[in-house]
């Protein structure tokens, strides 16, 4: 039976999101690993003009406050209807952005405010804690490795697993984030194919972007992600135009000795990149990104840039297939590592790998990475009688 001293409040109105926004505040005062997300991050999540997915999808959500009109929680429920369909049979919505005390009656009020929202538009099932977009931030609950949040990833205190499973979310997957030293040395192996394409294959060539050609960087990045990852795991292609906005995006971030291609007679065949990690940099900037924002975060960057230690953020890695398992990636990592360093980048976290991916996760041991955080996206069947399936394993 709900809690009649809580109320749960939709959030609509500028005050409303403002709320929103500021309730883990108080919540991780005790937590010093945690770094508030940016506000604009936050709200473009649901703003249709910024968020695509509200396309073919829509999004809700809601602050729980007590008795004295404090802000004790919060979520988020949203259902794309482009892929909640993947399962025929069981038809999937999300919920994220949860916040809350260390109450399961108040934890409970959340999760059903979400799961009903999303019943009365025929889900069967919620994934969460998920972002309205894509994987690549805001996605999964911190359950291992309570350090530093990488930019667009949430730190979550260790109480919120038992909050969820408690309710009945059971484990759908598990995502890894590895981490490595940059000069700690990678296999014999990887020395052996450096050595190997540079003796026998003339027509290769490693090289880091070139941050005053962006229009070749994005065409690089273009061609290399949709051979080797678009249909991959229902990741769709890329448009060219795509990539020139991320690239664009990323420009005022982006570090070029970050981002490494191999060339095989000048077409880009494989590539890896990184950036420097934002967090590192937000943390002291604060999460809104005003004029002051802005300026504090240049010169955040500056001190940054010529710091150490020195975090960098591995956010993709691709071999086009005729390629793979030859050796390109070993190699062109033996050229990046040296750069790295000459850098100053002293430590590598890797975006996260889920459990279904075993042969990513393999390549990611390869460089002598270790697992380091982990966070797992949870699934809740609405009918308890359902047989609960795991996330199927890429072959």
């Known amino acids: 039976m709900p809690d009649l001293m809580m109320s749960l409040i939709e959030v609509r109105t500028a005050e409303e999101q403002r709320l929103f926004r500021n309730m883990p505040e108080r919540l991780y005062q005790q937590h010093p690993h945690w770094i508030r997300p940016l506000d604009h991050d936050i709200e473009a999540t649901f703003d249709p ?24 929680g919060r979520v988020a429920a949203f259902v794309n209807h482009h892929n909640a369909h993947t399962d025929p049979t069981l038809p999937t919505g999300g919920m994220g952005f949860f916040e809350c005390i260390e109450d399961q009656v108040a934890a409970n009020q959340l999760f059903e405010a979400s799961q009903r929202w999303l019943a009365e538009r025929g889900m069967q099932a919620m994934d969460g804690p998920i972002n309205f977009g894509e994987r690549d931030r805001f996605w999964g609950l911190l359950t291992a490795g309570f350090t530093e949040p990488n930019y667009g990833m949430f730190y979550h205190p260790p109480y919120y697993q038992q909050l969820f499973e408690q309710y009945g979310f059971q484990v759908y997957f598990k995502q890894y984030t590895c981490y490595r030293d940059v000069a700690e040395p990678l296999h014999p192996n990887f020395q052996k194919a450096a050595e190997r394409y540079a003796q026998e294959h003339p027509e290769f060539r ?50 070029e000795r970050l981002l490494w291609f191999a060339y095989c007679n000048e077409e880009p065949v ?50 086009v297939p005729a390629w793979q398992g030859k050796g390109v990636e070993s190699a062109m990592m033996v050229h990046a590592q040296q750069e790295f360093m000459k850098a100053g980048y002293t430590e590598i976290e890797m975006n996260w790998i889920g459990d279904f991916n075993p042969r990513m996760l393999a390549v990611i041991r390869s460089i ?17 009688t359902r047989p609960f399936e795991r996330c199927p394993v890429i072959r």
């Open 270 to 319: 494989a590539f890896f990149v990184s950036l420097p990690e934002l967090n590192q940099i937000f943390k002291h900037v604060g999460p809104r990104l005003n004029l002051t924002g802005k300026l504090r975060f240049v010169y955040e960057r500056w001190r940054y840039q010529r710091r150490q230690p020195k975090k960098m953020f591995g956010v993709i890695f691709g071999v």
């Open 49 to 72: 003009a910024r968020n695509a997915n509200f396309a073919h999808g829509e999004a809700i959500r809601w602050v729980l406050t007590n008795e004295q009109g404090e802000a004790i």
């Open 368 to 384: 002598g990475a270790r697992i380091f955080k982990t966070h797992v996206t949870y699934r809740k069947l609405f009918d308890p």
């Open 206 to 255: 490693f090289a880091h972007a070139n941050g005053r050609d962006v229009e070749r960087m994005a065409q690089d990045f273009h061609h290399v992600y949709n051979l080797a990852w678009a249909n991959h795991s229902g990741i769709s292609d890329m448009p060219l135009e795509k990539a020139r906005n991320l690239i664009k995006q990323l420009q005022p971030v982006l570090d």
